[in-house]
């Protein structure tokens, strides 16, 4: 199968790394779902790709209904879905735990780790039907190492890492597999969620001295997406700029 004939999906489509993502699988050749909430940036970040390859899906993706929803009409756009890449995501909370309301660390639960659940569940069946399947999941490196005053997106972004482990292992002897980024600081307008002292203390953990970029996240995952990442499936991948250690 080539990868012209192929169809990906990516939540957060209308974010930062999003965009970065699915401009480049698009330039490998496959058509794109853009899957996000905000409906105005949305449709600025569909329209800005080329060509009648991409579209726009309005979705919560904390939302069973909304995400078989999306599911459905990017089926009936382009017929079948073999990448899936679960980009949505939000820092949530920054606060120490004392201080953090239920509700606050509930939600950002559901963004980082209930819609990578949510939407991956929803692929599989898709993918397995297509022959050929590339999940790849956006976790963190706060999710190896938990970020102080983050614990709810530490907590999520582990969840990612495990759940990762977890479906590559069952879906190891498929066509399908299953691998996990874990980033440090990169350059999206979600570090504006941060406060100055949070941001400095990432970078001074960075040994490049640097935030990553987009595009550099979106060569990895490109990569991820490909039949050339054929002999890995649970894994994490760290784009940290050297902090990662293990």
């Not at 590339?134 to 990612?160: D, F, H, Q, T, W």
């Not at 935030?211 to 784009?239: I, P, Q, R």
Request: charged share 15%.
């Amino acid at each position: 199968m080539s990868a012209g004939s192929r169809v990906a999906v990516v939540t957060g489509g209308a974010g930062g790394i999003g965009r970065a993502i699915a401009a480049r699988l698009q330039r490998d050749g496959l058509r794109v779902a853009l899957w996000d909430l905000d409906g105005d940036a949305l449709a600025k970040a569909a329209s800005a790709l080329p060509g009648d390859a991409a579209i726009g899906v309005r979705v919560d993706v904390t939302d069973e209904a909304s995400v078989q929803a999306a599911l459905q009409t990017t089926l009936a756009r382009f017929g079948a879905l073999h990448v899936l890449v679960n980009g949505a995501g939000a820092t949530g909370p920054v606060a120490d735990v004392t201080d953090c309301s239920v509700d606050a660390w509930q939600r950002c639960i559901d963004v980082n780790l209930r819609s990578v659940f949510l939407c991956s569940r929803a692929a599989v069946r898709p993918m397995l039907d297509a022959g050929f399947g590339r999940v790849v999941n956006l976790a963190s490196i706060a999710g190896k190492e938990g970020n102080p005053s983050m614990s709810a997106y530490s907590a999520a972004k582990a969840g990612v890492i495990a759940f990762t482990k977890s479906m590559g292992k069952e879906l190891a002897l498929t066509p399908v597999r299953v691998n996990c980024i874990a980033p440090a600081v990169i350059e999206t307008p979600l570090l504006q969620q941060m406060t100055a002292q949070a941001l400095a203390a990432s970078l001074a953990k960075i040994p490049m001295r640097r935030a990553g970029t987009a595009d550099e996240a979106a060569n990895l995952v490109a990569w991820l997406a490909s039949d050339a990442c054929s002999f890995s499936s649970g894994a994490t991948f760290d784009l940290s700029g050297g902090r990662a250690t293990y």
